[in-house]
């Protein structure tokens, strides 16, 4: 599943979090635990032995049974109530009841006119393997309604097995979302039974499970019934076993009316009329097993397709609505020439017989990878090549190749639980930028994994708060919390590690062994630790005493990542050295105590260090050393010192393959400064991308000094490249967010215009044809940096486009329409707003919709920011109206607007998002981002102290905020005025080289 709520401006493309914190203690307190932990489980085992529902039910009478509803195998049981004993918390089903297939037949009714009726009726026959005899079955159910009060039916498969079984009782427990049915005779070991259940559910446009949602097209209102089941809302459309690790095969029957269309994961079989205007759709077997998260179907009107087969004979359709199905053709294109490659890269043919990728009006999360049937938000697969920017190009791209992977990485090999979401989403997060490199090899889109994903997840990662990547799931809320940074770009992180100290060959094949090894089944983290320990013995890999699977534990089940410290070389007789130390990397060091102390120094991490040396310089085979202790001593191969040591620096982490911050010696920062000043060029650009982005953050820690990062951007008129520019004003955006209040903003204003304007005026706002992509991505982003730090050329330019563009519908290139729209309404008033306004709601193409929806937050005058707030309960779509609410808490005008509006409507956004995966997070991350004074922190945790038990998903988002607006307050008291010195000193200083841009961009 790709998530897309991250709207930072420097990003790549325009796009998650509560998670359970890594618990680590002191040794001493370890001991005590575990033996408390041996007692408990001890007191348990003995509870649910003489406790629980099967022990219990042997010793139920007859006549007791007959008092609640009991009913033969052959018919229907009558009315039961529901059981209103307490249960303890069930996180995961027991294995004793295994299922084989399903038979689902759904009839989703949203054709009137009242949307508070619309509902669906299901029918349900599972067949299920019993392992071990039991008197329950337990599986998942939300918010449906069983036929009769819980009547169903339950019989043997094979006819040499029958016997006489009755559904007696039955109970539900909600905050579980469980549903027990209780017989009067166990079940069988080593017997297959089917059980047959008759449902209802209300169908909502809540956008989990099925759900109705609504687009106009011409004049016309039209309504469509779409799915979203990941992670666990297939329990919300039928009873079922809700877990990946429960794998079964399919057959689906979907009702519909006979003018709409139905999909779901396999192709149609046959259609058969009913009664009246109804169908019945009759889908293919799915012909593997799959897991209940990833079952898909929808019903809609006047949706069309592209298609073609890949080289294997997959047939491959893109379905978008009628008036932009024209704009479905690149993702096409791209899909077929990246699935080929995965299929070609894992030695593994995709194993369905169609490919199908839908493109919706409403869609919470970016995509969903449902076998054969994937199904994507309009923005992250329609491309219009005649007003779509290249950014909204390189997102189709990429949220393609993500769900892709996911055919290999989810669905042919899926977690065994949830705690190990990372197989999913690191591995696809990872491959989505090979799968992209390959398709489009000119975009140079390896490098941007840095500033996409290590740079992003690195802030986050640097938290107390933060949590490792893989975790265990403490209750049902906790398996949504998982899809977030740390899982995605943390998991695609290490993966990236991985195939770097390995060896493309050794983790590729090794890859392969894995996949092929689980095939149609499920896996742990181990699996894929032994499947490229293997493959590493094949090729020879060494790594001494090592092995994968010690060399990622800490990386795995540690939370945060270390700072190595590296000093210059130093002569120890004949031999040079370099000393390195490792220390987990946290902002927070003012919060240490002796405990935070003990605690820290059980941090440690088994680092594949590389560097090289300035004077012997060597980028592609850099010198290598695993680290592993607190300190060592490295050896450098050849002599450094032999042209001298004037100027001499070391760069660790060469190309940033590790999941590491450097740190150097004072000496060795002056010397690296110096070399981006005199010639960036000798230091490739993901390491300068590095060195600015860990100099920043490094600064914020207190590890070097405080303007050390501001230092790195001096040369920055003087980069032609957008990867360090990305890296470079990702943070200095954070930091005039917090400054905007602060008379020092006009200083930091005044000293990145300084750098920004020589591009600035050399690249022009006019595209070329021979512009790179490169080029054209650096264009699109210095236009609206320029005009973000108020540059009055920019503004006017920007303005008077916009009035253009009232007059007479001047078409804007895509690549600089988001400046144009958002600086034209800023500079204007009501009448620009509300044209724009306008537009948004006649608009069916979805990326302009998401550049209108997002330019709209860029007015000035708070009562139009407090409309607009306010219009996101009725006149923006449920999907969009987060992003709208985070836009406008990113605008300095709108930033306590969008706080008083949260905390005032909190219950109405709790009950819209709170049981979602990624958005209320994303709500909570984006209004506190700025906050930085001590009233912040207070109104913060007042709101906190209200709506605990409500936060539910968003309560690790919120305690994150509560840490990093502490931060944000300690940064401001120690460095406001140190920086206002620095920037005052150095904003009219450029270093030599302003001119050399003529050569660079003639």
Same mark, same amino acid.
């Given at each position: 599943?790709? $998530?897309?709520?991250?709207?930072?401006?420097?990003?790549?493309?325009?796009?998650?979090?509560?998670?359970?914190?890594?618990?680590?203690?002191?040794?001493?307190?370890? +001991?005590?635990?575990?033996? +408390?932990?041996?007692?408990?489980?001890?007191?348990?085992?003995?509870?649910?032995?003489?406790?629980?529902?099967?022990?219990?039910?042997?010793?139920?009478?007859?006549?007791?049974?007959?008092?609640?509803?009991?009913?033969?195998?052959?018919?229907?049981?009558?009315?039961?109530?529901?059981?209103?004993?307490?249960?303890?918390?069930?996180?995961?089903?027991?294995?004793?009841?295994?299922?084989?297939?399903?038979?689902?037949?759904?009839?989703?009714? #949203?054709?009137?006119?009242?949307?508070?009726?619309?509902?669906?009726?299901?029918?349900?026959?599972?067949?299920?393997?019993?392992?071990?005899?039991?008197?329950?079955?337990?599986?998942?159910?939300?918010?449906?309604?069983?036929?009769?009060?819980?009547?169903?039916?339950?019989?043997?498969?094979?006819?040499?097995?029958?016997?006489?079984?009755?559904?007696?009782?039955?109970?539900?427990?909600?905050?579980?979302?469980?549903?027990?049915?209780?017989?009067?005779?166990?079940?069988?070991?080593?017997? +297959?039974?089917?059980?047959?259940?008759?449902?209802?559910?209300?169908?909502?446009?809540?956008?989990?499970?099925?759900?109705?949602?609504?687009?106009?097209?011409?004049?016309?209102?039209?309504?469509?019934?779409?799915?979203?089941?990941?992670?666990?809302?297939?329990?919300?459309?039928?009873?079922?076993?809700?877990?990946?690790?429960?794998?079964?095969?399919?057959?689906?029957?979907?009702?519909?009316?006979?003018?709409?269309?139905?999909?779901?994961?396999?192709?149609?079989?046959?259609?058969?009329?009913?009664?009246?205007?109804?169908?019945?759709?009759?889908?293919?077997?799915?012909?593997?097993?799959?897991?209940?998260?990833?079952?898909?179907?929808?019903?809609?009107?006047? $949706?069309?397709?592209?298609?073609?087969?890949?080289?294997?004979?997959?047939?491959?359709?893109?379905?978008?609505?009628?008036?932009?199905?024209?704009?479905?053709?690149?993702?096409?294109?791209?899909?077929?020439?990246?699935?080929?490659?995965?299929?070609?890269? $894992?030695?593994?043919?995709?194993?369905?017989?169609?490919?199908?990728?839908?493109?919706?009006?409403?869609?919470?999360?970016?995509?969903?990878?449902?076998?054969?049937?994937?199904?994507?938000?309009?923005?992250?697969?329609?491309?219009?090549?005649?007003?779509?920017?290249?950014?909204?190009?390189?997102?189709?791209?990429?949220?393609?190749?993500?769900?892709?992977?996911?055919? *290999?990485?989810?669905?042919?090999?899926?977690?065994?639980?949830?705690?190990?979401?990372?197989?999913?989403?690191?591995?696809?997060?990872?491959? @989505?930028?090979?799968?992209?490199?390959?398709?489009?090899?000119?975009?140079?889109?390896?490098?941007?994994?840095?500033?996409?994903? !290590?740079?992003?997840?690195?802030?986050?990662?640097?938290?107390?708060?933060?949590?490792?990547?893989?975790?265990?799931?403490?209750?049902?809320?906790?398996?949504?919390?998982?899809?977030?940074?740390?899982?995605?770009?943390?998991?695609?992180?290490?993966?990236?590690?991985?195939?770097?100290?390995?060896?493309?060959?050794?983790?590729?094949?090794?890859?392969?062994?894995?996949?092929?090894?689980?095939?149609?089944?499920?896996?742990?983290? %181990? &699996?894929? =630790?032994? +499947?490229? %320990?293997?493959?590493?013995?094949?090729?020879?890999?060494?790594?001494?005493?090592?092995?994968?699977?010690?060399?990622?534990?800490?990386?795995?089940?540690?939370?945060?990542?270390?700072?190595?410290?590296?000093?210059?070389?130093?002569?120890?007789?004949?031999?040079?050295?370099?000393?390195?130390?490792?220390?987990? $990397?946290?902002?927070?060091?003012?919060?240490?105590?002796?405990?935070? &102390? @003990?605690?820290?120094?059980?941090?440690?991490?088994?680092?594949?260090?590389?560097?090289?040396?300035?004077?012997?310089?060597? =980028?592609?085979?850099?010198?290598?050393?695993? !680290?592993?202790?607190?300190?060592?001593?490295?050896?450098?191969?050849?002599?450094?010192?032999?042209?001298?040591?004037?100027?001499? =620096?070391?760069?660790?982490?060469?190309?940033?393959?590790?999941?590491?911050?450097?740190?150097?010696?004072? @000496? %060795? *920062?002056?010397?690296?400064?110096?070399?981006?000043?005199?010639?960036? @060029?000798?230091?490739?650009?993901?390491?300068?991308?590095?060195?600015?982005?860990?100099?920043?953050?490094?600064?914020?820690?207190?590890?070097?000094?405080?303007?050390?990062?501001?230092?790195?951007?001096?040369?920055?008129?003087?980069?032609?490249?957008?990867?360090?520019?990305?890296?470079?004003?990702?943070?200095?955006?954070?930091?005039?967010?917090?400054? &905007?209040?602060?008379?020092?903003?006009?200083?930091?204003?005044?000293?990145?215009?300084?750098?920004?304007?020589?591009?600035?005026?050399?690249?022009?706002?006019?595209?070329?044809?021979?512009?790179?992509?490169?080029?054209?991505?650096?264009?699109?982003?210095? !236009?609206?940096?320029?005009?973000? #730090?108020?540059?009055?050329?920019?503004?006017?330019?920007?303005?008077?486009?916009?009035?253009?563009?009232?007059?007479?519908?001047?078409?804007?290139?895509?690549?600089?329409?988001?400046?144009?729209?958002?600086?034209?309404?800023?500079?204007?008033?009501?009448?620009?707003?509300?044209?724009?306004?306008?537009?948004?709601?006649?608009?069916?193409?979805?990326?302009?919709? %998401?550049?209108?929806?997002?330019?709209?937050?860029?007015?000035?005058?708070?009562?139009?920011?407090?409309?607009?707030?306010?219009?996101? =309960?009725?006149?923006?779509?449920?999907?969009?109206?987060?992003?709208?609410?985070?836009?406008?808490?990113?605008?300095?005008?709108?930033?306590?607007?969008?706080?008083?509006?949260?905390?005032?409507?909190?219950?109405?956004?709790?009950?819209?998002?709170?049981?979602?995966?990624?958005?209320?997070?994303?709500?909570?991350?984006?209004?506190?981002?700025?906050?930085?004074?001590?009233?912040?922190?207070?109104?913060?945790?007042?709101?906190?102290?209200?709506?605990?038990?409500?936060?539910?998903?968003?309560?690790?988002?919120?305690?994150?905020?509560?840490?990093?607006?502490?931060?944000?307050?300690?940064?401001?008291?120690?460095?406001?005025?140190?920086?206002?010195?620095?920037?005052?000193?150095?904003?009219?200083?450029?270093?030599?080289?302003?001119?050399?841009?003529?050569?660079?961009?003639?």
């Amino acid at each position: 599943m790709s $998530f897309s709520l991250s709207e930072n401006a420097v990003r790549f493309f325009p796009e998650n979090e509560r998670a359970h914190e890594g618990c680590f203690v002191t040794r001493t307190r370890a +001991a005590l635990l575990s033996a +408390a932990v041996v007692l408990s489980l001890v007191v348990i085992g003995l509870t649910v032995h003489y406790l629980s529902p099967d022990r219990g039910q042997h010793c139920q009478h007859k006549d007791e049974q007959s008092q609640r509803g009991a009913t033969t195998v052959a018919t229907e049981t009558t009315a039961a109530s529901p059981s209103s004993v307490a249960t303890p918390e069930v996180i995961r089903l027991r294995r004793h009841l295994l299922p084989i297939h399903y038979s689902l037949k759904l009839f989703p009714d #949203f054709y009137g006119n009242d949307t508070s009726l619309f509902h669906f009726r299901g029918e349900v026959k599972i067949q299920f393997e019993c392992k071990e005899s039991t008197s329950t079955i337990t599986l998942h159910s939300k918010q449906l309604t069983l036929d009769g009060g819980g009547g169903g039916r339950i019989s043997a498969l094979q006819a040499t097995d029958a016997g006489s079984w009755t559904i007696n009782g039955w109970s539900e427990n909600d905050e579980q979302e469980l549903l027990t049915l209780t017989l009067d005779t166990p079940l069988v070991a080593g017997k +297959a039974f089917q059980l047959e259940l008759n449902f209802t559910g209300k169908l909502k446009d809540d956008l989990k499970g099925i759900y109705w949602s609504s687009y106009v097209e011409g004049n016309v209102t039209r309504r469509l019934m779409t799915s979203q089941m990941e992670p666990k809302d297939a329990r919300k459309v039928l009873p079922c076993f809700d877990e990946p690790n429960f794998k079964a095969t399919f057959d689906v029957i979907i009702v519909r009316n006979k003018n709409m269309t139905s999909l779901s994961n396999m192709e149609l079989n046959h259609s058969i009329p009913i009664s009246g205007d109804l169908v019945e759709d009759h889908f293919l077997r799915t012909p593997v097993p799959m897991s209940s998260y990833l079952l898909a179907f929808t019903v809609c009107t006047d $949706f069309e397709y592209v298609q073609k087969f890949t080289r294997t004979g997959t047939r491959f359709r893109v379905y978008a609505r009628r008036e932009v199905i024209s704009n479905a053709r690149y993702a096409l294109e791209i899909g077929i020439k990246i699935q080929e490659f995965f299929e070609e890269y $894992f030695n593994i043919s995709y194993p369905l017989s169609k490919q199908d990728m839908l493109a919706v009006p409403d869609f919470a999360p970016g995509a969903m990878e449902n076998w054969g049937l994937i199904v994507y938000r309009e923005t992250a697969l329609l491309y219009d090549p005649q007003s779509s920017s290249l950014a909204n190009k390189i997102r189709v791209a990429t949220v393609v190749a993500h769900e892709l992977a996911h055919q *290999w990485f989810g669905n042919l090999v899926s977690p065994d639980w949830w705690d190990d979401l990372w197989l999913n989403e690191g591995l696809a997060s990872y491959f @989505e930028y090979v799968g992209v490199d390959f398709a489009e090899k000119e975009w140079g889109f390896m490098n941007h994994f840095l500033t996409d994903e !290590i740079h992003s997840v690195f802030s986050l990662d640097s938290l107390n708060s933060s949590h490792p990547v893989f975790f265990e799931i403490h209750s049902v809320d906790d398996i949504n919390s998982v899809f977030d940074t740390i899982t995605y770009s943390k998991g695609a992180s290490i993966v990236r590690m991985m195939q770097n100290f390995l060896g493309e060959k050794t983790f590729r094949a090794g890859l392969t062994r894995y996949l092929s090894r689980h095939r149609l089944s499920n896996a742990n983290h %181990n &699996d894929l =630790w032994n +499947a490229l %320990n293997e493959e590493a013995a094949v090729d020879g890999v060494r790594y001494g005493a090592l092995n994968v699977s010690s060399v990622m534990s800490g990386w795995l089940k540690q939370s945060g990542y270390p700072v190595l410290s590296i000093r210059l070389p130093e002569r120890i007789g004949k031999r040079a050295i370099i000393k390195v130390t490792q220390r987990r $990397f946290l902002i927070d060091r003012n919060s240490s105590s002796a405990e935070n &102390d @003990e605690r820290e120094n059980d941090f440690l991490w088994t680092v594949p260090f590389t560097f090289t040396v300035s004077t012997q310089l060597n =980028w592609t085979n850099p010198s290598f050393q695993w !680290i592993s202790s607190r300190e060592a001593s490295v050896p450098v191969n050849a002599n450094p010192f032999r042209n001298g040591s004037v100027g001499m =620096w070391v760069i660790g982490n060469v190309g940033q393959f590790g999941y590491y911050r450097v740190n150097y010696d004072p @000496e %060795n *920062w002056r010397n690296l400064i110096g070399q981006l000043k005199t010639n960036h @060029e000798l230091i490739p650009v993901k390491n300068r991308a590095q060195i600015i982005d860990d100099a920043f953050q490094l600064a914020r820690a207190g590890l070097v000094e405080e303007v050390t990062g501001f230092r790195t951007t001096q040369y920055l008129h003087l980069e032609t490249e957008v990867v360090p520019w990305r890296a470079a004003m990702t943070n200095v955006l954070n930091t005039a967010a917090l400054l &905007d209040r602060s008379p020092v903003y006009g200083h930091l204003e005044e000293y990145i215009l300084k750098r920004l304007i020589p591009l600035y005026e050399k690249l022009g706002w006019e595209e070329s044809r021979n512009d790179s992509t490169n080029r054209k991505l650096l264009r699109s982003d210095v !236009i609206r940096w320029t005009c973000f #730090f108020g540059h009055r050329h920019c503004l006017d330019t920007a303005s008077e486009r916009y009035r253009q563009w009232m007059q007479s519908a001047l078409r804007i290139p895509g690549d600089v329409r988001e400046t144009v729209l958002c600086h034209g309404i800023g500079e204007g008033g009501r009448g620009e707003w509300d044209f724009a306004f306008d537009r948004y709601q006649q608009e069916t193409k979805a990326d302009e919709v %998401n550049r209108l929806l997002k330019a709209l937050s860029c007015a000035r005058a708070p009562w139009i920011l407090t409309r607009y707030l306010n219009y996101t =309960w009725e006149k923006i779509r449920k999907q969009d109206a987060p992003h709208a609410f985070a836009y406008v808490a990113k605008n300095p005008v709108g930033r306590y607007l969008a706080w008083k509006f949260f905390v005032s409507q909190w219950k109405n956004i709790e009950d819209r998002y709170g049981n979602g995966v990624f958005l209320l997070p994303y709500m909570i991350r984006s209004v506190t981002a700025a906050f930085n004074t001590h009233d912040d922190l207070h109104q913060l945790m007042a709101f906190g102290k209200s709506a605990s038990s409500e936060l539910g998903v968003g309560s690790k988002t919120y305690d994150q905020a509560i840490e990093k607006t502490r931060l944000n307050i300690e940064w401001m008291a120690r460095n406001e005025e140190k920086l206002s010195r620095w920037l005052l000193t150095n904003k009219q200083r450029l270093s030599v080289g302003h001119l050399l841009l003529t050569s660079v961009f003639p």
